[in-house]
């Protein structure tokens, strides 16, 4: 069955540490990437997406995400966190069938950011 | 720019009530879904409706839930019999169709909060 990993489930960070969560998927097909940030108490935001073209993808809030189609990853990335990135991060896979299509969630990660 | 809404933003149901949560998706959209996040958990897939009718579901979508597209607008979730383990954030999310080069991205609503007592 088709299925998105999100390995770290908790991350703890100081401020100014750079960031990296894991996320790969195992489906043969076409895909479109997305990393969604949940704030406690709200709901989902987009932080970036990937379609095609350039695999190094930058989105809001200084993040980034690479698509290595090879390794069926798509890590989320951010050099420097702040205490303001405390969230938790979803990798959520598009899975491209003939005529339909399903986005699946990985099970997320908690970011917390110690000032 | 065009938003999924959903409502009511929270509802609070005794065990067994029959509870619906609305959805106004995006215009020119012609896929709708419904996703579940039990609190603490991830987001987890439950229904795609297209053409009117539905075009895949999870093993979470029992016969306790069915969805409908009353009009030409509203795309809704109806529980007839809530149970406690209901109790989530539900979103409401809209694509355009995969073709004529669109990406199909999913657009979600914010969510709408249902606990039952």
């Known amino acids: 069955a088709q299925s998105v990993s999100q390995h770290n489930h908790h991350v703890i960070l100081s401020e100014a540490a750079s960031l990296e969560l894991g996320c790969n998927y195992s489906?043969?097909?076409?895909?479109?990437l997305f990393w969604y940030v949940q704030y406690p108490g709200q709901h989902l935001q987009l932080l970036l997406k990937?379609?095609?073209?350039?695999?190094l993808v930058k989105g809001i809030k200084g993040f980034e995400a690479e698509f290595i189609k090879s390794k069926f990853s798509f890590n989320l990335r951010k050099p420097s966190v702040q205490w303001s990135d405390t969230a938790e991060y979803f990798c959520?896979?598009?899975?491209?069938?003939?005529?339909?299509?399903?986005?699946?969630f990985g099970t997320g990660t908690r970011l917390l950011v110690s000032p | 720019e065009p938003e999924v809404t959903q409502t009511p933003s929270h509802q609070v149901t005794q065990m067994g009530q029959e509870v619906i949560l609305r959805c106004v998706p995006i215009?020119?959209?012609?896929?709708f879904y419904w996703y579940r996040q039990i609190l603490g958990q991830k987001v987890e897939f439950l229904v795609s409706?297209?053409?009117?009718?539905?075009?895949?579901k999870s093993e979470i979508f029992d016969d306790q839930f069915s969805v409908e597209r009353p009009d030409g607008s509203n795309f809704t979730l109806k529980i007839r019999s809530t149970k406690l383990e209901d109790s989530a954030m539900y979103f409401c999310?809209?694509?355009?169709?995969?073709?004529?080069?669109?990406?199909?991205?999913?657009?979600f609503g914010e969510g709408s909060r249902l606990t039952v007592l």
């Open positions: 409706f297209y053409n009117n009718e539905i075009s895949e």
């Open positions: 959520a896979v598009n899975l491209i069938y003939t005529g339909f299509q399903k986005l699946v």
């Open positions: 215009s020119n959209h012609l896929y």
């Open positions: 990937y379609f095609s073209g350039d695999p």
């Open positions: 999310a809209s694509s355009e169709a995969l073709d004529r080069g669109n990406t199909g991205e999913l657009f």
């Open positions: 489906y043969g097909g076409t895909v479109n």
